[in-house]
């Protein structure tokens, strides 16, 4: 691990190990009888919280990494469906240090929250949607902001301006989006707050979810509807799909929750799950080490850093399309339409096909 990923998982550890000592009901339930694991709760969900980091989506390609490079950190690593079980099961525990984690962020106390909803694929074909476990509740159709039909379900989130989760759910693509933002307040009565501003998009125009808001004390801000008399705000509004898409892109791209790989319900919320606290992990650590840039800014933990050799990878990244010509130091050259592999001194080359569609040079 790098120095910055080591020192978060550090912290992050330590956070953890003294939150499930303060509050032993976090933990997941275990039979009496049996053995306890070797691997604690709190080295599973810093093992998560790495994993997304890094950039692994698939558990088997990440556990490599960790017996490869991560022993001295955590010497006792389960197996692949051992790690995929025991993940499934913290899914409270996920939650609980979610608002413990964003309590110690200094953008938690902003009086500006935002709302939005993004589609979450779990199926390409409409076969795989109807053979699902999730059949039920992920629905299948047609977005248009994808241009394609998959069958997924509906990311609620309710973020700061700086991209810090503060409430979460998952419906399916059809749910009601203000009230999927009632049920998101509701799980924490600290998150009403007199003044508090909930920015959100013309979806969330209803005078009840309004009339319910303004009770609990917190001002919606939408995009006025033609016909309507000119809404309080407007200043607010005209970045707010800049910000709220740029949240979405951090967790779809560089936590890769579009390739989070659940089949099934517990599966889903689990990876989900260990997103969002990745992402409030990181802006807690920025914030913390007033590191400039983005309070979501994820490169120092998942990006080659500049001290590795050339023609090494970072273990998280992902290799550029050419990187097998620069490991293979092979050189292609063009000479009257034939490609020749450059090889050493005296030896043949071999000719290849050209694939130019225009033919000869």
Known sequence: ?????????????????????????WAP????????????????????????????????????????????????LPQRS?????????????QHLMAVFRRDCETYHDDLWLVDSTPVECGRSRETAKRSDLAGWASYGYCASRSR???????????????????????????????????????DPAMYRPGQK???????????????????????????????????????????????????QTLKAQLDLERHGGRKAEGVCARVLQRLLTLTTAIWHNGTTSRPGPARHLTPYDHQPRSTPLGTTHPGSRPPARAATTLLRMAVCRLGGVATHR???????????????????
């Open 82 to 94: 051992g790690y995929n079980k025991r993940l499934r099961n913290p899914v409270v525990l996920m």
């Open 29 to 76: 339930e275990r039979p009496a009888i049996g053995i306890p694991p070797k691997l604690t709760d709190a080295e599973l969900i810093t093992l998560a919280i790495i994993q997304a980091l890094l950039g692994f989506a698939s558990e088997a390609q990440f556990l490599r990494h960790a017996r490869a490079h991560l022993r001295p950190w955590f010497p006792c």
């Open 343 to 361: 090889t050493s001194p005296g030896t043949k080359p071999r000719p290849a096909a050209s694939t130019d569609p225009r033919g000869p040079l």
């Open 1 to 25: 691990m790098n120095a910055n990923l080591d020192t978060l998982a550090t912290t992050r550890y330590v956070r953890i190990d003294d939150a499930l000592k303060d509050h032993p009901a």
């Open 198 to 248: 909930l920015k959100a998009d013309k979806g969330y125009r209803s005078a009840a979810f309004e009339a319910e808001l303004n009770a609990q004390g917190i001002t919606l801000i939408r995009p006025t509807r033609k016909g309507e008399k000119q809404r309080p705000g407007r200043r607010f509004l005209q970045p707010f799909r800049q910000i709220i898409e740029s949240v979405n």
């Open 149 to 187: 039909f998959f069958g997924g379900l509906r990311l609620h989130l309710i973020c700061t301006p700086s991209g810090l989760p503060i409430a979460a759910a998952l419906t399916g693509d059809q749910g009601d989006e203000r009230a999927a933002a009632i049920a998101m307040l509701d799980t």
